[in-house]
Structures are given as structure tokens and as C-alpha cells.
């Protein structure tokens, strides 16, 4: 098993829903990245999350960080076809600063 | 603008043939990072680098060699003992191991 579980692995939802992926570890996240990705392409920057008890936003797109620094949840409100893609939590899993472990990464669809 | 750039896009390689893969970034960062994505599997660590003439062996490194000659460069060669490299690669840096990772378009291998 991943030491970051992603779920659900993927995901269709009508425009215009909300929706909301998770990323939970069995270790405390030192610093807990979410990144995008388009089919085929690079990781776009999301947002980042340290502090237990976190909640950063940017558009229509919140993410959070639970008070016991396990699990971290993205929420999308009202879903537009250009949210589609992959989304993959990373985060660090030591607090010596060790590479960021990544998740299996969510598949999302939008249906128009 | 600044960035990090990988090619070739496409790479197509015949069994026991090495290839190598170029990174290479403008953004000053010291620390550069080579990951290998399968589907539903996340990004797994390669080969990570914190400064110039040093790298550190990731996850899954065999069948994989790196050098770091400059900071802007970091190449990444998939030698013919890389018994499945058929995978999607994607280079990254930061400016250091704790902050957020930026990402290359990616590279795809597919061995014929």
C-alpha cells in the first residue's frame, strides 16, 4: 500500500457539482502539497498546507489540512470542465526534510 | 521567462539501447529531482539532487543514472538494465528539499 492514499482514484461529476478528494497518511504531513495535472503534461502548483488546521483557497478550490496533520482534503464547488485532470497530493513524511512522497493521484472528469 | 524544460516530448528506444533525458532550469534552484509516473501509481523518486557534483539514489533507481555537472542541468540516462522503462518522466527543482517543487512538461518513453 502508498504511504499517501488518495480517494477515490477517480472521479465524474456533473458541471456545476461539488466535489471533494482526500489524501490521508498513517504518518504526520510535514508540509502537504496539492498539485494538477493535465493528461500528458507537467504538475501545476495548487497550494500548500503546514499548519494543522490549515485552509487555503484560491478560486473555487479549498483545501485543508486536518488539526492532526493526517489528512488533507480538496474541495471543488461548482465544477467547471476546466477543473478535469489529475490531482495528486504530495507531502513530506519526515520531519528531517525527507523528498515529497506522492499519492496515486485522482482522475477527475467533468461532465458538460 | 523562467522555468524548467525537458525533452525530447516523445522518446521512442529499442531494447538494450541507453537514452538520456534532458532537465534543465533557469529558476536558480539548487535542488533537482528526476520522477518516474505509471498510471494509477503516483510519481515515484528517481534520483534527486541537492547541489552541483552530488545526487542521492531515490526509490527506484536501478536501471537509472544521473549527473549534475551544473546547476541548471540534471540529465537522467535509462540504461538498457531498466527492465520496464516505458513510463512517463518528469523532472523537478526547488530551492531547496523543503519547499514546493516545480515541475517539467515530462518526457515519454516508450521502448519498442
Known amino acids: 500500500s502508498q504511504e499517501l492514499e488518495q480517494s477515490p482514484q477517480s472521479l465524474i461529476v456533473q458541471e456545476g457539482k461539488n466535489l471533494t478528494i482526500n489524501c490521508t497518511s498513517s504518518k504526520t504531513l510535514y508540509g502537504l502539497y496539492w498539485y494538477k495535472q493535465k493528461y500528458g503534461e507537467g504538475l501545476i502548483f495548487l497550494m500548500m498546507l503546514q499548519k494543522g488546521g490549515e485552509e487555503k483557497s484560491h478560486e473555487k478550490i479549498t483545501a485543508k489540512l486536518d488539526e492532526k496533520k493526517q489528512q488533507s482534503s480538496l474541495h471543488i464547488t461548482a465544477s467547471q470542465p476546466s477543473h478535469a485532470g489529475i490531482y495528486l497530493c504530495?507531502?513530506?513524511?519526515?520531519?528531517?526534510?525527507?523528498?515529497?512522497?506522492f499519492g496515486g493521484g485522482t482522475r477527475l472528469m467533468v461532465k458538460p | 521567462d523562467g522555468g524548467i524544460t525537458q525533452s525530447p516530448k516523445y522518446l521512442f528506444r529499442k531494447e538494450g539501447q541507453n537514452v538520456t533525458l534532458s532537465c534543465e532550469q533557469n529558476l536558480n534552484h539548487d535542488a533537482m529531482y528526476w520522477y518516474r509516473q505509471d498510471p494509477g501509481q503516483g510519481l515515484r523518486l528517481i534520483y534527486y539532487?541537492?547541489?552541483?557534483?552530488?545526487?542521492q539514489k531515490g526509490d527506484i533507481a536501478e536501471g537509472y543514472s544521473v549527473s549534475r555537472e551544473k546547476k541548471e542541468s540534471f540529465p537522467l540516462t535509462v540504461t538498457s538494465a531498466q527492465k520496464n522503462p516505458t513510463a512517463f518522466y518528469l523532472c523537478a527543482s526547488s530551492t531547496n528539499r523543503y519547499n514546493e517543487q516545480f515541475f517539467g512538461p515530462g518526457t515519454r518513453l516508450t521502448v519498442l
Open positions: 504530495g507531502a513530506g513524511l519526515n520531519n528531517a526534510g525527507n523528498m515529497l512522497t
Open positions: 539532487s541537492q547541489i552541483v557534483n552530488d545526487f
